[in-house]
């Protein structure tokens, strides 16, 4: 788009100056106000355009010009022209422009002539002139215009944006490009959604500026908006403006979450990612893909859900939080879950949000969290009896069978502070493994050890292991411990009974037994176990605490230590020497009611000593020990455990009392040696997890930390008690210091009870590390947080209106906000539990887990409920504790309900028997409520003559769903299939009935549509036939036989059997190459016979589909149904059957095009059967042809034969003859056809023995006769046998007859013919007549000419008339004409058409008159006419090659070539010189004699090939061939019923006999009848006199004034007498005229036809002429007179049937309209006519009196 600004007008000029020149258009000359600057304008001026031959620019444009100067343009003149040019010049008129032209231009061809032209401006405005030429053709002239500059832009007119999303935005350029010479300034204003950048500049002349626009939509929508530009010089308030037409569509957003792998609609709907079960520690990623169907790019935002509280650290990690999906693309993206804490379940919502989306998505995320699994092989170890000072090494296994690491730590010292050691003492266990531990017990004093060592496992309650060993020596041997003894004493301790009991009384008494190692254990261990309400975790705090745990229930314990820590970190650096040492007290306190000996374990190397080693200790009482830490190291670190054993001194040890096993406390001390000047060991240490979360429940719980030593030195650590804070306290660390050895870890265990006014992020517990001022931090959470738990809906529950008695659903979603595991439980209300309920009415819900609750509603009455249900939770942990309630509100009515159909009655129409049709019936429910119904169907049919039984007939209306609900106000489409089991009407009521809350009929069936269809059966016929190649010249009646087609189309619309509906599908079920199963019938194709090498037979068939159903079709070759055999399963030996099936596939003798297809109802299809007449001999190939209803075996059989072989073909061994009466006297002459299908003539003989026989055995009666038994079938031609069938009974008649070949085998042919006594018994045509569908058939392939009728039926006639019809000739070409000519010589006696030829151009239909004209005896005719055609297009391809060649042949006859590429000249006669013309004389031409041929040498293989190519192409052209259209012509002849004379015609016909056959010349064997009344030019001259005169009477003025006075009078109707018609006349009609005056006949050259002509020019034979012998003659001497009163009727019937053919052809040309309405005839009064009309019809009706006399004679 080109936009300008405008200027001011240009100057006006002076009057137009008028051209001398008389008689010439010369355009007036204006100087006039136009736009300023047009791009077409400067377009043109660089254009030169010719004018009368001449080159020239047609206008010359001044644009930078200045006032005051003179600026000058040349135009130059160029002669392209062959001649000489003169041109007058005519100046310009305006003063602006100026030259110096001359009076007259001359030009000569290919000069050019320069003429400057001068431009002095006075004004700054538009200026506009011309230069006008005058020549000999004509004036033109060349405009002269100066143009001032003006601003102009060129934008596009419109610009589409892409396509963007709702709140997104897209953009695009187009270019701002500046067209003028000045510079412009421009400014953009547009409005939103659009946006253009930049929106003002200045543009330089010829610059161009991109211009960006960004469209950001906010609803979807189609947005069309102009933007307006301004533009102009800078500061021009007055600017011009032009507009961008911007467009825009905006789309919705919308993207969906997938699940990789997840095919269920209801997880796409809910998507979720289930991790499964994973180790604590470890990480799983999975992925997601995110989806976006939309058809624009959406933008979104990947978020965790919010709760509403506060939440710690997410599990959970997502790779991607935003980014951008293309549309109809997808993004995968990666969820990690890395579990924090054991056993728990972890669940989490990933929320999708798309900006400009209508709704979100959400993912929900879970994943439950295992820990390790650990046990031990054996709980106790029994290190038996050991010397002092030896040593016992034990094993046990530690086994993990979770698949997660497990780390454990024994809490006991194995560095010798110990009687016992575990190695190794810490580790892990892989998953789904065990390790090796080795226990060794190395007593240092004899007396009895026992020590419950803690196992401690990360993330798990700790494990115990009883370790008991006796130490003797040779002063002392205490008691053997054994574990009996402990499983006694837990039994006494957890019953508290009597430590003197018996063991022997204790197991009379049941209370103990053996377990399945052989070991004593107390019976019912469990539920002793349950009295001890100490946990693992409570009893390994009470044996670290010193068994002095303040908050522990249970009663003092027997031994107690305090304090069990012990840190030796503060020494003075002064006193620091290897000597000095450190000590502090420890207390024990006996708690038993009996004395004790107390007993440390000592070690050498220890650098921690305790005094006394051992003492005594009273009952309740307590005693000190000093702890000394003596460091024989600088600088290092030191960690033990002391280790203490208490037994009962006076414990009797007498065999089968309770002993009492030692108790063992122990004191954990560390410290280190390092000197005041001296730093500390640098700690590198971990702490997993570094933030302990305990449980928002206000109970006791315990945690436990893994700390690793990473580094390469020891580690101590304990906590700061200096910097803890108040809340820190109430946390307990065991233990709370210790060393950790290089590599090795310590497992902390952490108790505490929530609280209310704890941090909700925790608060810090720091560990001093290595005795400075290294700390590491342990963040701990413990927090008490209030259930919580959300309803949807504001904790209201709405259904919509329900149906009484029917139920209605509806999900409803409930949250657990808080930290803590709930158990819900939903109660409603006893008299509410009839109208609603909840699934699942219980249940469990993880932190942060939505649960969708299902609610059902099932009203009783119509009225509106309000109901309460109340929802209970409590802690999963905490059963016992006070429940949390909260009310939901659910409100619901009640109304009734119906559907009905949105018709009542369905039909689907005609389906296939078999075959299955999907339909929908629409279904509506008008209520306010949904319905729930249940369908059923009844069935009936509707035909009359069907019996069957309703109870088994098998029902053939299926419904895909036959319950269901449909929600109010709203449409569903039911879903049946309609599956047809017979052929027959079909009716289905479908019913229905409403359904109640228990899925039962609540009310009776009442009927909602009907159903109606019909089963039908695939039907396939063949409705026309026609031939070409070798069979191209036989008829279609003769073709029809040779496909056996009556018998191919009663197969294929036979009805389907059961098996043929089973086997539809094309299969391979046959191991041989033809199968013998599934067939229908078989039928025999004959492809007639054929010399060698002749053109292929092609049988082209044209199938319809007369049904209603698609039919699916297909011929199959054997190798189609074939099994492939295995290689090992083939014998490699083929049968003469195989090995004929394999020639005739090999060569591809038998071709069929197309072999499959599809036709739909009503359609047509051709198909082209081809046989190959390569080899000589009999090819035979089965084709099976695959039908819906079946399959039906076709024996394609095919004759060659050799040049000279003589072969006489038979289109049947059997024919059957029109039946004949026994009372006709004149029984009709019948033909039975023999065709030749070799190169050679052949000689027939009929054997007529047998019809000899025959007659005598019917009393010398000749039933059958042969009237031309001998005769001669030319090559190709057709000879027939004319038999006369006259029955003497009722009854069928079978003659065998024997027919010989000269030279040839005899063929036995059977004759059938029925005599009848019935003479009211129709005539009919022979019996073999084809039949003729009315169908309106297509054109098969290629045909260019189709005829209105292929077949015309006369019916029955009486002999010696003459019949006429009409038929229409149309050119299917769009582009070629067709010339055409009726080869009527086979028939010519009795069949005449109008016109013979003719030519029809593109499109055009032509009109032909058939004209028959029986003979005198009565015969049954089967004629066929053949009308050559001939395209234009070929004819002159034909011509033009047949000139080239005829000039060929002329130049070769006057010019030779020489060869010799040696001779370079000819003596005495260069080459290169031109000679020497000889001088021409008068008188004859020199040359008298042909040139001799050129003397050639011995020519090369290639110069041979050469030649025979030359000698190939110089043959004479044929013609094209004529293509052939059939016509069949089918009549009846007999003789008027004359009673009186039958006798005579029986006489008459028993006197006739066989007459040999005539030679080919002899006159025709039936005469077109009597010689005509009136002949030759005698006639012509009275037709043509009478047709001019009727057609000058129809053109005259007065007569059709005379009708229009006509017209006004009143309509009478006058009748003849009944007397006064004139029945036909019996005698036969004057031939036809030759030509006919209302045609203008368009007759072609005598060549164009020419070829092949000579063939049709040939008599048919001895057997055509001879077929006169049995003619019915009348020669009476009355017909003459008759024929000559006649000859008035006669022209008026040439002239009514030629007013007849000329509407028929106004008709056709669309002159005259046949379906008008009629006008009325008025006839003249009686009283006008004159007395010579009267005279005239009086002797009109004389003459009609005497025609009846002869006729009766």
Known sequence: MLSEARGPEPLTSRAPWKPSTPGKDIKDLRIHQRPRGGKNHRKGSSQRSCLFGLELNPELVWEDWELGREFTKTLVLKNIHSKLQKLHLRPTMSKFFSTIPPQIIVLSPGTSFSMPVCFRPLQRCEYEDCIEFQGKDGSFQVCLRAIIPCHALEVPDSVLLPLCAVQNSSKTNFLLKNVSKLQTCFQWKCTAPFQLSPEQGLLKPSQECP??????????????QQASCRFGEEGDEAKSCCNVLLQGLAKYPFLQLRAPGTTDEKQQCLPELHFGSLPIGQSLQKPFDIFNPSPVTASFSLSRSSSGLHMLDSEFSCDVTTGQVAAGGSLRAFVTYTPAEVDTVSVEYLSLKCRGALSETTLKLIGNCVGPNVSLTSSVLDFGCVEEGGAVVQTLELVNSAPVEAFYQWDLDCTGNSVFSIQPASGTVCPHSHITLKAAYKPTQPIAHHRRVTCIILHRDPMFLDLIGTCHSELRQPVILKPEHLVLYKLHWSRRLDPQGSLTAMQQDNKVGFDREGMLCPEGEQSHRAQDNRTPMEEYYESCLGCVDPLSSLSSPHVSVEPSELLFNHKPASSLSPTSTFSQPVSITNHTRGELSLVWTATRDSPFTVSPSSCDLAPLKSTSFRVTYDPKQLNTLHGAQLECFAYNKDNPQIEGRLLCPPWCVTVRVIGHSFQQSKEHFLPRCSLQPPRVVFPALSVLSYRTVLFRNCGDLPLSFCLDHSSTLALAESVSVVPSCGLIQPGKHQILTLRTTPSEDAPKRGFSLHLQ????KNTKKLTVVSVVEKLCVSLGGDNRLYFQPTAVGSRTRRSHHIRNLGRVALRFQWSIPEPDQELIFVEPDAGELHPNESSVQIWSFSPLCEKTYTLKPTLSFWPIQTPGCNK?????EVVGSGSKGS?????????VGDILVGSCRAIQVPLVNNSPCPVSFCLSVQQMLLDEDLTYDPGTEPKALR???????IVSHSKVLLQSTVRPHRRARYLWTISYQMLNSSGIGSSPPQAVCEVRARGVFPTLRVIDVCGGGSVGRLSKVHLWKLFSLDSLNEHMLCNTSPAGIAYRATTRNSLSSCASVFFKTTLACNFSASPLNSEPSVFVLMFHNPGSVPVDWAFLFPADQQLEMEYWAETGEFSSTELSQMKVKDNRLFVISPRCGTLLPGQQRAVHFTYSHDFVGTDRFPVTLKLPNGEILLNLQGSTLEKDTPCLHFDSRQHVFTSVSIEDSAPPKQVYELNNCGAVPVRYEVDVTALARLKVDNFNHPVLVCLNPEGTVLPGKTAMLEWIFSPLEAKMYHMDVSISVQDGDSTLVRFEGCGFDSPTKPFKCSDSEASEPCVKRVPFPGQVVCLSEDSVSLGNIPVCSRSSRILFLTNLSHTDSVHYRWDEQSCEQVVQIHPKRGVLSPEESALCVLTFTSA??????????????????????HRDALQSWEEEKERRQNEFTLTDTNLTEIEGFPMDEEPVSVPVGKGPPLRKYKTLPPLFAKMTRAERRAQRE???????????????????????????????????????FQSVKPRQPESTKSSPSCPAGPPSRTRGPEKDITTHVLTSLLRDILEDPAFILSLTALSSRPITYQLFSSHGSSPPSSLPPPPPPPD??????????????????????????????????????????????AHAEHVPADLSEEVLLNTLQNLMMEAVRGELVLTARPRAVIQPPVCTRTRKMSKAMAQEREIWKDGEEPAGK
């Open 211 to 224: 211009i960006t626009v960004i469209f950001r939509p906010q609803e979807a929508l189609v947005y069309q």
């Open 769 to 772: 590390l290595n005795a400075a």
């Open 884 to 888: 949390s309630h909260l009310t939901l």
């Open 899 to 907: 559907i009905e159909a949105q018709k009542a009655v369905v039909d």
């Open 959 to 965: 419904l895909d769903c036959e319950r269901g609900t």
């Open 1416 to 1437: 005198d005896y009565p015969t049954c005719y089967q004629l066929d006419v053949i009308c050559q055609m001939i395209q234009e297009n070929a004819l002159t391809q």
């Open 1510 to 1548: 030359t000698t190939k192409s110089s043959r004479r052209p044929e013609p094209p061939r004529p293509a052939l259209l059939h016509l069949g012509l089918t009549a009846h002849s007999h003789l008027p019923h004359l009673p009186d004379q039958s006798r005579e015609h029986r006489r008459r």
């Open 1636 to 1681: 006919f005056p209302t045609f203008s006949q368009l007759t072609p050259d005598p060549q164009i036809l020419s070829s092949g002509t000579a063939e049709r020019k040939e008599q048919r034979g001895t057997a055509d002429s001879a077929g006169t012998a049995g003619r019915w003659r009348n020669n009476s001497p009355t017909q003459s007179t």
